[in-house]
């Protein structure tokens, strides 16, 4: 019995003793990393396992959390909708079919879809053609009434908002709502052309032919692509611009209008968004699962699905596809997770407003909670792996360091965080928040979370002591 208890005492006091090592380490690691940087560190690391680590260093301090507000954004995605929510996409009619003429109006009906391709409306125009219509006498009405409201997020950056990773979000939307525009210039002759096809822009090219050859720009004016600068005749060149559409809605139904000239339906009516009533459905386009699209918002930190999904909690939870009715339904959904929220705020899905906030405790506690659920693998594989995939395809690589580490990145001027799990060398899981504002350069960031990750991922080899017997859910 002596033995037992003095064994216990032994475990205990190792524990214990590996702990105060730990954070003994980590707090080292801020002392030398920030030393007269002044940047802004938040940490919050927890083991999983029944060693029950815990390290908390500013842990409850608001923080920008960039892209890792996707982390919170799936997780309360996936808590509220399932991982087999799937987005609906629909054709539809308020009249009949005689004789290949449809007579009344042909519904494009959105349901916030940020999957929703070209190849979709296509596909979803053949299944059309198989009622027999080659003709429409009536309209072709876009309705984008699933999302209350449609462009850019209250403090994204403004010089940003010409490329496409600040797509706006629209309950209607195809391509991420994106348009690419490529120019090839050869044998003295300019070709263009869009991808998607549509009836929304276009194309004005100025360019002209100079022995002094510059370079070309392209200009937006409203639906006006103006193609301008100076070229060799002599050259060969081929140039790619991308661009986010300005009004995705509108746009996706021109899309769709020129699909369906294409196919052989005609529209003799006007083309417009309006509410659809008192329809019919011809044709539905079901997206792949939640668990499928979360991968493109977290692995690949795509913020057009971020959004596009950050609205939808709302319009499921309260009706309302709207910034305001999404971030109360996170909140509450924070909040029954037992998370505090005084500190957070809330103003898109994605992590690029600068008006965000959110804690290192609130991001750890909503991993501990998808954690210790059933839908923890849907949510573990939409995130980058470290020397392997997604974000973290060349960071955190090296030989102690690849495939240990499954989180989420994060980044917008003079932030960079990261957030999620630690595989360590012994089978040991930790969940970890490490959150960095206020820097004068990356790579301050960049060194306090390699090392920090790096002590996680060989324990507990970096603190002398014995392999732990644990039982955890990563494999």
Not at 145 to 165: A, K
Not at 265 to 285: D, E, N, P, Q, R
Not at 294 to 302: C, E, F, G, V, W
Not at 308 to 317: D, H, L, M, N, S
Request: charged share 20%; with cysteine; proline share 3%.
């Amino acid at each position: 019995m002596r033995y037992i208890i003095f064994l216990l005492l032994l475990i205990f006091s190792f524990s214990a003793y590996s702990s105060e090592i730990l954070k003994y380490q980590f707090e080292s690691i801020i002392r030398d990393i920030n030393n007269e940087n002044d940047a802004k560190v938040g940490i919050f690391i927890k083991s999983l396992s029944e060693d029950d680590f815990t390290y908390m260093y500013n842990y409850r301090n608001p923080f920008i959390p960039a892209s890792n507000q996707k982390l919170i954004t799936t997780i309360s995605a996936i808590a509220n909708l399932s991982p087999d929510f799937k987005y609906r996409t629909t054709l539809a009619t308020n009249g009949n079919v005689k004789n290949g003429t449809l007579y009344g109006n042909l519904y494009l009906i959105g349901g916030g879809d940020p999957s929703l391709t070209v190849q979709d409306l296509e596909n979803m125009v053949k299944k059309l053609k198989e009622y027999g219509i080659n003709r429409v006498e009536g309209n072709l009405i876009g309705d984008n009434s699933y999302f209350s409201e449609e462009g850019t997020g209250q403090g994204w950056p403004e010089d940003d908002l010409n490329y496409c990773f600040t797509a706006r979000f629209s309950g209607l939307s195809v391509n991420e709502n994106c348009l690419r525009i490529s120019v090839n210039i050869k044998n003295g002759k300019v070709y263009v052309s869009m991808n998607p096809l549509n009836n929304y822009y276009q194309i004005v090219n100025n360019i002209e032919f100079s022995k002094k050859a510059g370079n070309v720009i392209l200009r937006v004016e409203g639906n006006r692509l103006i193609l301008e600068g100076k070229v060799s005749s002599k050259r060969s060149l081929n140039l790619e611009f991308s661009i986010p559409v300005n009004h995705p809605s509108i746009f996706t139904l021109s899309v769709l209008s020129k699909i369906l000239d294409e196919n052989g339906i005609k529209v003799s009516g006007k083309m417009y968004l309006g509410k659809a009533a008192s329809y019919k459905y011809f044709v539905i386009h079901q997206s792949k699962p939640l668990r499928e699209l979360i991968k493109k918002a977290n692995k690949d930190s795509n913020n057009f699905y971020a959004e596009q999904i950050f609205r939808t909690i709302g319009k499921e939870v309260y009706g309302v596809g709207s910034t305001y009715a999404s971030a109360r339904a996170i909140i509450d959904t924070l909040r029954k997770m037992h998370v505090a929220t005084e500190n957070i705020r809330i103003y898109d899905g994605s992590g690029l407003s600068k008006y965000n906030y959110t804690t290192p405790e609130a991001l750890v506690k909503v991993l501990d909670y998808i954690y210790k659920t059933p839908y923890f693998y849907d949510f573990f594989e939409s995130l980058a792996i470290s020397g392997v995939d997604g974000t973290l395809k060349h960071r955190l690589n090296d030989q102690s360091l690849k495939g240990r580490i499954i989180a989420k990145t994060g980044y917008i001027k003079k932030v960079k965080n990261l957030s999620g799990y630690v595989k360590a060398s012994n089978g040991e899981v930790f969940v970890f928040s490490i959150l960095v504002n206020d820097l004068k350069t990356t790579e301050i960031a960049n060194k306090l979370q390699e090392k920090i990750c790096s002590i996680l991922a060989q324990y507990p080899h970096m603190v002398g002591i014995g392999k732990l017997n644990t039982n955890n859910k990563i494999r």
